[in-house]
């Protein structure tokens, strides 16, 4: 046969060459259980999604109509890198008013949503075999982000006796000489459990005995917190060049969609991730921007308004569990999410046959057998746990726990 005319050799797989952090990384537990319950959905099962942490609000409408002004006023063009500067401006305005934290414009570097602006300290702080301590329970991001800059995640584990929240004293003994940084988020994702100030002021005086080590404060849920006051690690003015806060407009403002985020740090801290970003998307998304600064001029009561929802709803939840034996849940004082301890089921047998060996085998029991989707704790680091967002409606959420108590009991 002639070359012109001979059988094309098949298609080597391409799988073969993806690089070794792509294939080592794990897609994003909570998308994963959202893409199954998509999935389901639009075959018409009706599922009640308990898995993605996104608001069910609309995105207030003032913020609405400054976007849409802002096509109309010519908001089409390339934005500088670290976001417009006006919006910058902004930032300093609100941490300064909300968080008593004093910074400029070029200490501020906004991003296309917080998991961005995580994902460039990151990069810009994390060597090869460094390590991060990541409090545990954790989101499911941090972990990832560490591993795919090559550091080593050092995950140190609260007590469900202290609402999961690791203590000054367990990250003082986690710390080694290759200790780069500690990353932790209050309110929390996945426990909603809010550090209070006299927790925080104990882990700043063990920061400022390391001057080398950074904090990732992840503060994307401060809106959202049932507590007298929100406390931000930079406070504390000896550690306040250290710590990097994490902030975005998702959760208080519900623009998840809009993916705006940002972070606040030292000038130097900054500058490095400015030049990250440059390589990476460059400035963020024009309009987002623009409804990002009305948002922060609209001030709070949007937020508020929606606050006291998640309040009524995480009550509501917690009344409902009451009723479901073998779900061990601590009261979340910020969020909205629930974090129970399921262990209680482990071992047990579905009337299928199927026999539940951990959180994982569970949640896929529940999505199967009930419709309603979770994320099982393995991911948030906390093996003996299941996520439950509280972000849905009241009759959702009666029905979901419902569903979930009449299915659990059928387990032998």
Same mark, same amino acid.
């Given at each position: 046969m002639s070359p012109s005319t001979a059988s094309p050799a098949a298609p080597a797989d391409p799988t073969a060459y993806l690089s070794d952090r792509i294939l080592q990384i794990q897609e994003s537990a909570t998308i994963a259980m959202a893409k199954k319950s998509r999935?389901?959905?639009?075959?018409? /099962?009706?599922?009640?999604?308990? #898995?993605?942490?996104? *608001?069910?609000?609309?995105? *207030?409408?003032?913020?609405?109509?400054?976007?849409?002004?802002?096509?109309?006023?010519?908001?089409?063009?390339?934005?500088?890198? *670290?976001?417009?500067?006006? $919006?910058?401006?902004?930032?300093?305005?609100?941490?300064?008013?909300?968080?008593?934290?004093?910074?400029?414009?070029?200490?501020?570097?906004?991003?296309?949503?917080?998991?961005?602006?995580?994902?460039?300290?990151? @990069? %810009?702080? /994390?060597?090869?075999g460094d390590e991060v301590i990541i409090f545990s329970p954790y989101w499911v991001?941090?972990?990832?982000?560490?591993? $795919?800059? &090559?550091?080593?995640?050092?995950?140190? @584990?609260?007590?469900?006796?202290?609402?999961?929240?690791?203590?000054?004293?367990? $990250?003082?003994?986690?710390?080694? *000489?290759?200790?780069?940084?500690?990353?932790?988020?209050?309110?929390?994702?996945?426990t909603g459990a809010v550090f209070s100030r006299a927790e925080l002021s104990a882990i700043a005086d063990v920061l400022a005995?390391?001057?080398?080590?950074?904090?990732?404060?992840? &503060?994307?849920?401060?809106?959202?917190?049932?507590? &007298?006051?929100?406390?931000?690690? %930079?406070?504390?003015?000896?550690?306040?060049?250290?710590?990097?806060?994490?902030?975005?407009?998702?959760?208080?403002?519900? @623009?998840?969609?809009?993916?705006?985020?940002?972070?606040?740090?030292?000038?130097?801290?900054?500058?490095?991730c400015d030049k990250l970003q440059s390589q990476i998307t460059s400035g963020t998304c024009s309009i987002a921007q623009r409804a990002?600064?009305?948002?922060?001029?609209?001030?709070?009561? #949007?937020?508020?308004? @929606?606050?006291?929802?998640?309040?009524?709803?995480?009550? $509501?939840v917690l009344d409902l569990v009451k009723d479901i034996p073998g779900l061990v849940t601590p009261t979340p004082d910020g969020a909205f999410?629930?974090?129970p301890d399921v262990s209680a089921f482990f071992g047990r047998t579905a009337p299928d046959g199927t026999v539940i060996n951990d959180s994982s085998d569970l949640a896929l029991y529940l999505l199967r057998d009930t419709f309603v989707s979770a994320v099982s704790g393995d991911s948030f680091g906390a093996p003996a746990c299941i996520r439950f967002s509280t972000a849905a409606a009241d009759d959702k959420l009666v029905d979901a726990f419902g569903r979930i108590k009449r299915s659990l009991g059928e387990l032998k």
């Open positions: 999935e389901l959905a639009a075959q018409g /099962v009706d599922v009640i999604n308990l #898995s993605f942490g996104e *608001p069910d609000f609309q995105t *207030p409408q003032y913020i609405k109509d400054a976007a849409k002004k802002a096509i109309d006023d010519g908001y089409t063009f390339y934005t500088p890198v *670290p976001g417009y500067l006006d $919006l910058r401006q902004a930032i300093c305005d609100k941490l300064l008013r909300d968080n008593q934290l004093t910074y400029a414009p070029n200490q501020i570097v906004v991003s296309t949503g917080a998991k961005q602006a995580l994902s460039n300290i990151i @990069m %810009a702080l /994390v060597n090869p991001s941090y972990a990832a982000q560490v591993e $795919l800059a &090559e550091g080593v995640a050092v995950p140190i @584990m609260g007590t469900l006796e202290n609402d999961y929240k690791a203590t000054a004293e367990q $990250l003082a003994a986690a710390i080694t *000489p290759r200790t780069k940084a500690v990353m932790y988020s209050s309110p929390c994702n996945p005995q390391h001057p080398g080590i950074f904090a990732i404060a992840d &503060e994307i849920y401060e809106y959202i917190n049932f507590t &007298e006051e929100h406390v931000s690690l %930079a406070q504390f003015a000896h550690v306040k060049d250290q710590v990097i806060t994490i902030n975005g407009f998702s959760k208080g403002y519900a @623009m998840t969609g809009w993916r705006l985020g940002y972070l606040a740090a030292h000038p130097a801290i900054a500058s490095a990002g600064l009305a948002a922060l001029q609209g001030g709070r009561a #949007s937020a508020d308004e @929606m606050v006291r929802a998640y309040r009524r709803r995480r009550d $509501l999410y629930i974090f």
